[in-house]
C-alpha cells in the first residue's frame, strides 16, 4: 500500500493544532503526519505530542528556534525521503487549507497522472473569500510576475498546499533548496519545471485564519520577489551563454 506524509511546520498554533489535527486524521485516516514545530513559546509542539497519543500516526520534530518556513519543509521533506514514505503533502495548520482537500490532491499524483499537484486559489473554481481587493491585486500581481518571470506555466506558484510524488523530490535534489521562506514555493515550483516534471493545479478556497496571527508580512514578500528576479535572471543568463560561444 502506498505511504503518504503530510508534512505541517508550525509556530505559535496552539489555538489550531489539535483540532487541525483531528480534521487530517479524519479525512486521511491512512496518512501519517509529520508536524515541524519551531520551538513554538505557545506549547504547540507539546500539544501535538498530546494529540499524538490519542490519534497515532503523528511525530512531532521539535527544532531549537524559529528558523523560516523553507528550512522547515525541507526537514520535513528530508524527514519523508529518508522514511520511504511514497507520496507527500505540504500544507498550513491555521485551517486557511481545508483537509478536506487532501484526498483530492492526492488523486493524481497516486494515479501517476502528476508529478505534483498544487492547490491553487487562481483557476477556475479556486477563491480567496475574505481577501480585500488590495491583498488579492497584490497576490494575483505576484503570482504571474513569477509564472512568468521563471516560465511555470501555472497561476499559483506561491500557494503553500500541495501534493508531492516522493521521486519528485528527490529529482529537484529538494534538499539543496536555498529558500528560508515563503519563496521555497516558487523555488520548488521552478525546479519542478525545469526537471520538465508534470504539474497539476486545481482548484481550492483559501480562508483567512480565525485563531492565531499571520506569519506573511511586506518583508516577506518583498525578499520572495527579489529571489524569484534573481532566479529568472540566472535562468536567461544560462540560456544565453552558448549562443554566446
Known sequence: MNSVLVVVPTYQEAPNVERFLASVRASAPAADILVVDDNSPDGTGALAEKVAVDLHQITV??????????????????????????????M?????????????????????????????????????????FHRQALSRYGNRYTSAVLGLGIRDATSGFRAYRADTLRTIRVETTRSSGYAFMSELAH??????????????????????????????????????????????????RPQDR
Open 92 to 132: 498550513d495548520c491555521d485551517f486557511s487549507h481545508d483537509p478536506a482537500m487532501i484526498p483530492v490532491l492526492l488523486g493524481p499524483v497516486v494515479d501517476g497522472d502528476a508529478d505534483c499537484v498544487v492547490g491553487s486559489r487562481y483557476v477556475p473554481g479556486g477563491a480567496t473569500p475574505d481577501w480585500p
Open 61 to 90: 520534530l521539535h527544532r531549537p528556534a524559529k528558523q523560516g518556513l523553507g528550512t522547515a519543509y525541507r526537514a520535513g521533506f528530508s524527514y519523508g525521503i529518508e522514511q520511504r514514505y511514497d507520496f507527500l503533502v505540504q
Open 191 to 240: 525546479r519542478m519545471v525545469q526537471s520538465r516534471l508534470e504539474i497539476v493545479e486545481v482548484p481550492i478556497t483559501f480562508v483567512d485564519r480565525t485563531h492565531g496571527t499571520s506569519k506573511m508580512s511586506a518583508r516577506i514578500i518583498l525578499e520572495s520577489m527579489a529571489l524569484v528576479s534573481s532566479w529568472g535572471l540566472r535562468a536567461r543568463i544560462g540560456r544565453q
